[in-house]
């Protein structure tokens, strides 16, 4: 959910994590962030100004899932500039910007409309417009038809943390809520890396 949009149509769950808790999960989300660049990542994405690219995006994905774990929030000024950043390297590196911004839009309608549907249904929140923003940059940085990959990984990822959330003793009343801010950033990091072997 961005700093925009904090006034839903009904109090939106809490989905804050502790300090300790939301480092020890970025600790371990930025060694699986190692992890999956140095056993996916193709020359594409090691070598020259994409190996820098790839620094600022990976530390940017980290800082937004820390920021979004402590708060709820994915600020508009890390995401926007995510975006524009994306097409930006994809104009300068292969000329793909036609696919970065096409990646950029269907990213966010995709989750705008999810979360419009969900709030029609619902009554209240049940995904923010900083979800959108953050798919858009995903968008952005892989193009349109990587988009898929970045979902399927990042459903994954946000199923096994409602899978612990929902073993925590909660009271009934309570509406269980995860951030999916730190699952997104892990499929767009996954989808970054693997661009090379999807489509070599």
């Known amino acids: 959910m961005s700093d925009a949009d904090r006034a839903p ?13 939301a480092m020890l ?3 371990g989300l930025s060694v699986v962030f190692a ?10 994405r090691t070598q020259g100004i994409a190996l820098y690219a790839s620094f600022g995006l990976g530390a940017s994905l980290l800082v937004l899932s820390y920021i979004d774990l402590r708060t709820g929030l994915l600020l508009d000024i890390i995401t926007l500039p995510l975006i524009v950043s994306g097409v930006a390297f994809a104009w300068f590196s292969d000329g793909s910007w036609l696919f970065a911004m096409g990646g950029a839009a269907l990213g966010y309608v995709l989750i705008a409309g999810l979360g419009y549907v969900w709030r029609q249904m619902r009554g209240y ?6 979800d959108a923003k953050l798919l858009a940059a995903g ?3 892989v193009g349109i038809a990587m988009l898929p990959v970045i979902l399927l990984v990042a459903s994954g990822a946000g199923l096994i943390g409602a899978v612990f959330v ?12 995860i951030p999916f801010g730190p699952a997104l950033a892990f499929g767009i990091w996954t989808a970054w890396c693997a661009d090379g072997l999807v489509f070599p």
């Open 25 to 27: 999960l970025i600790t």
């Open 9 to 21: 149509l009904d109090p939106f769950p809490d989905v804050r994590v502790r300090p300790q808790i």
């Open 35 to 44: 992890t999956v660049f140095v056993g996916l990542a193709s020359p594409a």
């Open 166 to 177: 929902a073993l925590k003793p909660q009271n009934n009343e309570d509406r269980v809520a």
């Open 125 to 130: 929140e049940g995904i923010g417009l900083g």
């Open 139 to 141: 968008g952005a940085w």
